[in-house]
């Protein structure tokens, strides 16, 4: 009979330690792939050499900036230092 508890005993320490390990990768492998998604979501796409002319082009038409950004969606932002750049190197 003490076999028999001292087996079980042993073989449900055994499930508990591997469970606790599993969720453990689980929860890492998670924390990972989030990681990964928020970078992936927080580094904005580069703008292609069209939409680059087109934004600077309806600024020097007079259009105003925060409509040109909103009609481009881009930031703001984007905008000023894409504008900047442009007279910073004389290129866009």
Not at 62 to 69: D, I, Q, S, Y
Not at 83 to 90: A, G, H, K
Request: aromatic share 6%.
């Amino acid at each position: 009979m003490i076999d028999k508890t001292q087996k079980f005993i042993e073989n449900l320490f055994i499930y508990i330690w591997n469970t606790i390990v599993l969720r453990i990768k689980v929860r890492t492998l998670t924390m990972i792939d989030k990681t990964q998604k928020f970078i992936e979501d927080s580094m904005p796409a580069p703008l292609d050499y069209d939409l680059r002319t087109k934004a600077i082009e309806a600024v020097k038409r007079g259009e105003k900036k925060l409509h040109v950004a909103q009609m481009l969606n881009i930031s703001r932002n984007t905008l000023d230092l894409r504008l900047n750049s442009r007279i910073r190197d004389r290129d866009l």
